[in-house]
């Protein structure tokens, strides 16, 4: 990954990429593209956007993200539904962290036309 690619592992850069979806110029048009966008945003420590894409049934009432945490690396291990014919999807993925990874399955719904984050499974 150059440092002009987006943290979410696609090649193009963090404005054309995530970025938009974040700065709320566009909505992420398939669940994969909203937990991309979501990584995003833990790396760039973006709390208002991982909020505002979250789930009211499952949003937590605030989120506080850790300082010292480091983010590496983000592997799309799989995905299912989520497209614009869907109302549901999921992504299973690992993201790397300097001393370890989390490893999830995401579930994801639309609300108003738009995706947001349910809640995850942590497969063994």
């Known amino acids: ?27 992420a048009p398939t669940a994969e593209a909203l ?11 973006d ?21 010292g945490m480091r983010w590496t690396g983000l592997e799309v291990l799989g995905a299912s539904d989520g497209s614009a014919f869907h109302a549901t999807g999921t992504v299973e993925f690992r993201a790397s962290y300097r001393g370890g990874s989390l490893h999830e399955l995401s579930r994801f719904e639309r609300v108003d036309g738009a995706w947001v984050y349910v809640d995850g499974d942590f497969p063994a």
């Open 47 to 67: 709390v208002a956007y991982l909020l505002r894409t979250w789930h009211p049934r499952t949003r937590p009432g605030r989120l506080e993200l850790d300082p």
């Open 35 to 45: 937990m991309r966008s979501r990584y995003c945003a833990f790396v760039k420590g």
């Open 1 to 27: 990954m150059t440092s002009r690619s987006c943290p979410c592992g696609l090649p193009q850069a963090y404005e054309a990429c995530c970025g938009r979806f974040h700065s709320g110029a566009a909505a």
